[in-house]
């Protein structure tokens, strides 16, 4: 066991105003399972990076280990992954190899086999099991969970869970409750680490929010009542003061001095009240810092005029001549919340395809009602470049909504300024939600929507379903997510 101590640390990009990490200062043990969360653009991978000594900063991080990062960069894919593994670890033992291999259920077959053969449920599985080949080494996991379908993650999370000495960021929480025993959480304003999983910590978050809601409104009120009650002191004291000159033509004398005294007793008691408020409004000022914007999200469905949308019956899809799935049967009605589940390369996007109208070639019957509308999120973002009022016409949807539903989902308003080219892959996903959002449709098809979304704009999106209850299609392999939303579940077998 050591401890890698960082203190004070300050980062910011070249040409860049905004510090993504500001004077943070926190110890890890080299022996945790280590889960990190945090809004997407908060500088998780930027930390590991730093970590990483790839880039130049301020402050100190002082660490007794080697650090090494997943996924590993593959350069010859077309290689042997033999060769590949080879390449990346040079020493490393066979029997040791096949020892992970086993442990994710990775056949000895493919080490001879191209590695840009491999699906990419495969290529995650060897590049970890390489990673855990290195021994003595403090170990970054950066998203391995994307690629992989519900099985696999299972699979992966076990795996981790007899593994230690890791740094783990991922979005799903199934996964990061099964194997971690720490969080390292970038907040809005800090950065703090707590013992326990994912759902411990995130109770723990609840309760400090609401707490310090609780408290906010509890304040804001007292400081209205002193504000109140300083005025009303502060305009007694001038009345007071005024009866010194007496009333006019009374002919009585005043006790100045007694008057005097008591205009100055009520003013000392005004300012008292002044700097109670003070302190309450100092107190409050500590207080949200961390509550993150989470507002709903609403969604525009158009009711259609037949209940159901979709039928497929024995429904085969073929690519190049070569059967993809087989037998799908299932029915899309008004108010259904369908999971398509199956493992990788069962056909699910050559469904949604089919379903989208895109040209693919099928046996069997496939009914859609006419004059459909639907709002598709693919997988693939690569495509996203250009800003974003740009997007929104090109997509003839309003940009002011577009950019309403993106601050909401954890957007800064520098963010809407830059090139989509360099937003992150989660800011990205959710740039094609928000456009989906921004959609009037009878049925929302969603593919993969929350690959790299970060964990609390996933529990917005839940909220905003499971509220509007649109009829939705979806593809997703986070198992929380699909056991909180789908009232369906059609499982593809594949062949």
Not at 93 to 113: A, D, G, P, T
Not at 196 to 219: I, V
Not at 446 to 455: F, K, R, T
Request: proline content about 1%.
């Amino acid at each position: 066991m050591s401890l890698i101590n960082v203190a004070n640390l300050t980062f910011a990009y070249d040409g860049s105003y905004e510090n993504i990490i500001e004077n943070v200062s926190f110890q890890i043990d080299t022996d945790w399972k280590l889960g990190f969360t945090g809004r997407n653009g908060r500088g998780k991978t930027t930390f590991l990076n730093l970590l990483l000594g790839k880039y130049e900063y301020s402050g100190n991080i002082a660490a007794n280990v080697s650090f090494e990062y997943f996924p590993f960069k593959v350069v010859n894919k077309e290689n042997n992954t033999l060769d590949v593994i080879s390449d990346i670890f040079p020493e490393y033992l066979h029997w040791k190899l096949m020892r992970e291999f086993s442990l994710l259920e990775v056949s000895e077959n493919i080490l001879y086999r191209p590695f840009d053969s491999l699906s990419y449920g495969e290529q995650s599985k060897v590049l970890l099991a390489t990673l855990f080949l290195k021994e003595n080494n403090f170990l970054l996991i950066d998203e391995p969970t994307n690629h992989l379908d519900i099985t696999a993650r299972k699979l992966v999370s076990d795996y981790l869970n007899t593994k230690k000495g890791f740094i783990l960021v991922s979005h799903d929480r199934a996964f990061l409750d099964n194997c971690i025993d720490h969080i390292l959480s970038i907040n809005k304003t800090n950065i703090e680490i707590q013992k326990g999983n994912f759902s411990c910590w995130w109770e723990n978050k609840k309760r400090q929010d609401n707490f310090e809601l609780a408290e906010h409104e509890k304040l804001k009120k007292g400081i209205q009542r002193l504000s109140d009650s300083a005025k009303r002191t502060s305009n007694w004291s001038h009345e007071v003061e005024k009866t010194k000159k007496g009333t006019k033509n009374s002919g009585s004398k005043v006790d100045k001095g007694y008057i005097g005294h008591k205009a100055a007793k009520m003013m000392k008691r005004s300012k008292s009240i002044e700097t109670r408020q003070q302190s309450a409004i100092e107190e409050k000022s500590k207080l949200l810092k961390n509550i993150e914007d989470s507002d709903s999200l609403k969604i525009p469905q158009l009711v259609y005029h037949k209940m159901r949308l979709a039928e497929l019956e024995n429904v085969s899809i073929f690519y190049n001549e070569k059967m993809v799935c087989k037998d799908v049967g299932f029915i899309i009605e008004q108010g259904d919340r369908i999971a398509l589940t199956g493992k990788n390369g069962s056909g699910k996007s050559s469904i949604i395809k089919l379903i989208c109208n895109e040209n693919i070639s099928f046996t069997g019957t496939f009914r859609k009602g006419s004059q459909l509308k639907i709002s598709y999120v693919s997988q693939n973002t690569s495509h996203l470049q250009g800003n974003l009022a740009g997007y929104a016409v090109n997509n003839g949807i309003e940009e002011s909504l577009l950019k309403a539903i993106l601050r909401k989902l954890g957007f800064s308003r520098v963010q809407f300024e830059k090139d989509m080219s360099t937003f992150s892959d989660g800011q990205k996903k959710k740039v094609l939600i928000a456009k989906s959002l921004c959609e009037q449709a009878h049925l929302y098809i969603w593919d993969e929507p929350l690959n790299y979304i970060d964990v609390i704009s996933r529990i917005q999106i839940e909220d905003l379903l499971l509220e509007h209850q649109p009829t939705i299609l979806f593809v997703e392999h986070d198992r929380t997510f699909c056991g909180n939303i789908a009232t369906k579940f059609v499982n593809m077998h594949g062949l």
